[in-house]
């Protein structure tokens, strides 16, 4: 019952911006810790951000500090991720994930392409 929908990816420029959204069901949404990862071609999937469940606090990878920020809407059962300033190495499929019970749950990925 437990799922999660990516949209929003796409093609950009170097240097452009693109919004993230994950759709959350199937479990108590604002009770959990929510996480965007990503995975490049040939590269192990990577932690980009965290948002906590109470106070919304955050955290994110050196590579993207100051350029992506999380966020979540627990009325609408959805996270956010805001990335600006991309650069072509942050080209890969971005995941959305939530560990619940002992089990990580992810969803089906969105691509995102940062090229000129």
């Known amino acids: 019952q437990l799922q999660l929908v990516e949209s929003g990816g796409g093609l950009v420029q170097p240097g452009g911006s693109l919004r993230l959204s994950c759709a959350a069901s199937?479990?108590?949404?604002?009770?959990?810790?929510m996480s965007w990862y990503r995975q490049a071609p040939g590269k192990e999937r990577e932690l980009v951000a965290v948002?906590?469940?109470?106070?919304?606090?955050?955290n994110y990878a050196d590579s993207v500090k100051g350029r992506f920020t999380i966020s979540r809407d627990n009325a609408k059962n959805t996270v956010y991720l805001q990335m600006s300033s991309l650069k072509p190495e942050d080209t890969a499929v971005y995941y959305c994930?939530?560990?619940?019970?002992?089990?990580?749950?992810w969803g089906q990925g969105t691509q995102v392409t940062v090229s000129s």
């Open positions: 199937g479990f108590i949404f604002s009770s959990y810790v």
């Open positions: 948002i906590y469940s109470v106070a919304g606090s955050t």
């Open positions: 994930n939530v560990l619940r019970r002992g089990l990580n749950y």
